[in-house]
Structures are given as structure tokens and as C-alpha cells.
């Protein structure tokens, strides 16, 4: 335990910091960044939320008494229609779900095709660059798909990327610095899609409602069961939301902009 009162700590970086149970009282946090923190059953009162951003998972947030949660999915679900198709109950919503992600997908590939070859390496926003966002998605498949529902313990490719906040544990990839050609990152991409597809062709109820077989050795996931449908859902949701966000940063690099 550890007690600042009446201290200066502008521009102070805390990574990997445990501060659950923690009081803020009569703190300034203005034009801070918080990026991959667990808020999980906070409480905030008497605070200012002015041109604030907030990007993730919004679940039983209340703000002056209203669960904005639905209102924000609901939101979401307007502007995209086909998310609502993200969340499926059955192993035919999960093909159907995944056609819609190679579709658009081919599209976002076709579409970064188009930019010089070194733009796609960029960060924008301090954001993953587009290789980056391959290199991550990638990742998500071995983990989910590989390790936790077809039992390979150690699935993962050299240029696999975790996410940052991610405890360095041996074995796993790590490498932010490496610079693979595209067409490398599409093959690797591919295979691993490809993967998904035939594992959803033979899915039927009773896999989905399933547990998966206890995984072993150290890695991402942890090493225990997991619900198939669970894991499942968590390539679904990281592959729609990490397309918006390179739509989003395509749209920065074709306008020739220098990112920040």
C-alpha cells in the first residue's frame, strides 16, 4: 500500500501496475491515456467527462442513472448493420458470420493494396499499423482457434503479435520491430482463415455448446477449459473490430496524411 497525497506526477507512466481497490480522490487525469486498464467495477462520482474517448468492451456502464450499454450496441447496430450478426447462436449464424468477414476483409486488403508499400508499416494515432493489425489477427486464430479449441499448445507463428499490454511469456511472440513483406502477412492470414472456415464447415450444436479439451503449457489463453462458443465469439469480435480500426487508419494514410 502506498499513500500520494498532495504530489505532482504530471506526464508519470504506469505499465504493468496493479492499482485495484485504489482511491482517486481530487485527482487530475486531464489528456491522460489509458490504454488496456481493467475499470472493471470502478466508480466514478463527481467527475468531469468532457471530449473524453472511450474504446472497448461497455457493459453495465451507468452514467447519471442510465445503463448506456444498449444504447451504445444499439447505436453500433445502426450504423453497421451486419454486427448485430457478430453475435451468433447456432453453428449456421457462425458461417454466416464468417462470410461476412472474408468479404469484407477481401475488401479492406484490395483497398490497402492500393497505397505504397511502405505506408502500410505506418502507425496512425499511435495505433498498430495495417501489417500490424494482420500480424495481431493472426494471433487471435492460433490462440483461440488452435490452441484452445483444436488442442495444439504451442500454435504460434514467428510473426504473430499479441497485444502490447500482454505479459512476455516464453514461447510466444513478441517482435515489434520485424518488418514482413505484406504478401508474407496475407499467406500467413490466409492459412489461419482458412483454418476457421473449415473448422465452422463441420461445426454442429453440440461442439458449440461445448467445453474444449484442457490446454496445456504456458500461453494465451490460460491453460484450463474454455466454452467453445466463447472462443469462438473472441475471433468474431476481434476480427470485426480490428477492420474498422484499418478502415479508419486506411482512410488517414490515402488521404497522404503524416501520421502522429
Known sequence: MADFMHVDLPGSRFEQVDLTGSELRAVGLS??????????????????????????????????GVDIGPLVEAELNRRYPERAKMRPADPRGFREAWDILERLWSGTVVRSRGLDPARLYESVNGEWSFIETLRHLVFVTDSWVRRAILGDPSPWDPLDLPWDEMPDIAGVPHDREVRPPLGTVLELRQDRMSTVRRLLETLDDATLAGDTEPIEGPGWPEPRRYRVRQCLLAVLNEEWEHRLYAERDLDVLERGVTPT
Open 31 to 64: 489528456n491522460s491515456q489509458f490504454l488496456g486498464v481493467d475499470l472493471t467495477g470502478a466508480v466514478m462520482k463527481g467527475v468531469d467527462l468532457v471530449n473524453v474517448e472511450i474504446r472497448g468492451d461497455v457493459e453495465g456502464l451507468t452514467i447519471n
